[in-house]
């Protein structure tokens, strides 16, 4: 795990201590090294470009939305994966490309696809038969046409958490192939004159360390594009292998370097092209965790602590599942520090407790720190991605500001969320006293 530390032993993000981030800002708060967002993305973006392959890097924003980053993915020269009308509107007020832009979903409203077809973007990537019964009358309603992939499941399991496989069989995204079901879908899509299948697209998990999966994936994939070819004379001019891959949480986690899944990935595409003598086609990948989960960093204030004899101490932060709900939802794991004490010994082993009314509000487990006092400030690192993007308003907390650094500057980039805005959505209830009125008559 990166640490940049100062001599005064103070952790620095981006080269400026947490501690003026914290002072500045507030806590809880996200904090993202900007350079290592363009790093990661260039880690994937380069690797193609280098090995003089076709490729779209298609960022996944789901893992973290908004303005500011996906100015700083265009800017990359990333596409974009999106899947809702909101994250299609944040797109659009950023002055994404629509060209580049991709929309997915398992179940696409009328709305969402009435908005795609609209704003011409570039790709739906098609999940299911109502989506395709949506998309045909949509098109039709507005003389308009579009490009699609079919996203399939191939059957294939990846190594990673139960609740993020997306790719076997038994799944709630894509067409299977062994049932027929995608090659249904194909000729459904192919026959209208309004939908251009512009090749196939499958996610086999999330969070994954090897590259066997994808390996497997691409050969299954290419099959299928080889029966399709002979019996129905189609060439994919696309192949979608999604994303998934893994970065580092802990010191447990050993991934690979981001330019290394590309290269698998070229190597197995070109091997099958070859191999079956098919048109190699353009790769796109949609990594999302990958770009920005190691970029971030979410600060903490320290705030009680309570230390049950011969059981375990407990110390708790200014914020919890409301801003970090994968430990909960996940038991995903995080590695932390003291960010003003990073010189000193980490001797004791606490559990770090959010400060919601709820027992499973735990960030931490049994990490090991040096001495916590009340107002010291907490460092998690990767919490880049899934952090802000699933934070909650639980027990009326607002969400966390976010703060992005870059060339020794900070800039806020979502404000912090006040009581009024808390409040913004709720009207009064004025049937209520009449309903007692009347009953008090009676």
Not at 102 to 116: D, I, P, V
Not at 278 to 301: F, H, K, N
Not at 387 to 400: D, E
Request: glycine share 8%.
């Amino acid at each position: 795990m990166r640490r940049e530390i100062n001599d005064q032993g103070k952790l620095l993000i981006g080269g400026i201590p947490a501690s003026v981030i914290a002072e500045t800002y507030g806590t809880p708060v996200y904090v993202y090294d900007v350079a290592r967002i363009r790093q990661n993305a260039r880690a994937f973006v380069q690797t193609f470009k280098k090995h003089n392959i076709p490729a779209q890097v298609a960022y996944a924003s789901k893992a973290f939305s908004s303005i500011a980053m996906l100015e700083v993915a265009n800017q990359e020269g990333l596409s974009l994966d999106v899947v809702s009308e909101g994250e299609l509107h944040t797109a659009i007020r950023a002055g994404f490309p629509v060209e580049k832009i991709h929309m997915h979903g398992n179940n696409k409203s009328l709305a969402e696809l009435q908005m795609a077809v609209e704003y011409n973007i570039g790709c739906v990537v098609v999940d299911n038969f109502y989506e395709i019964a949506l998309l045909t009358d949509v098109l039709a309603e507005k003389e308009k046409s579009m490009d699609v992939l079919l996203r399939v499941t191939p059957g294939i399991e990846a190594h990673t958490h139960d609740y993020i496989l997306t790719g076997q069989e038994d799944s709630k995204f894509g067409f299977d192939l062994s049932s027929g079901q995608a090659e249904k879908a194909f000729q459904l899509l192919n026959a209208n004159d309004q939908v251009t299948v512009k090749g196939l697209h499958c996610h086999i998990g999330s969070q994954i360390f090897e590259t066997s999966g994808f390996t497997l994936a691409t050969q299954k994939l290419f099959e299928t594009m080889k029966d399709w070819r002979e019996r129905f004379n189609y060439n994919a001019d696309v192949l979608n292998l999604g994303g998934g891959f893994g970065i580092q949480y802990t010191e447990e986690d050993d991934p690979l370097e981001l330019d290394q899944y590309a290269i698998a990935l070229i190597d197995e595409v070109k091997l099958q092209s070859e191999k079956l003598n098919y048109p190699m086609p353009e790769i796109w990948i949609e990594p999302g965790r990958a770009i920005v989960g190691d970029a971030g960093v979410t600060l903490y204030t320290m705030g009680s602590i309570k230390e049950i004899p011969g059981v375990r101490t407990y110390a708790s932060v200014d914020g919890g599942m409301t801003d970090n709900i994968r430990p909960a939802l996940y038991q995903a794991k995080y590695d932390a520090v003291l960010a003003d004490k990073m010189h000193q010994p980490a001797e004791k082993e606490y559990a770090i407790a959010g400060k919601c009314c709820e027992s499973g509000d735990m960030l931490l487990w049994d990490v090991k720190l040096p001495n916590v006092e009340p107002h010291d400030l907490m460092a998690v690192f990767s919490t880049g991605a899934y952090g802000y993007a699933m934070a909650n308003n639980y027990n009326r907390f607002g969400k966390a500001a976010v703060v992005f650094v870059e060339n020794g500057e900070h800039q806020l980039v979502v404000r912090r969320e006040d009581f009024e805005e808390i409040t913004r959505l709720d009207l009064s209830y004025t049937k209520q006293e009449e309903n007692n009125y009347e009953t008090s008559n009676d």
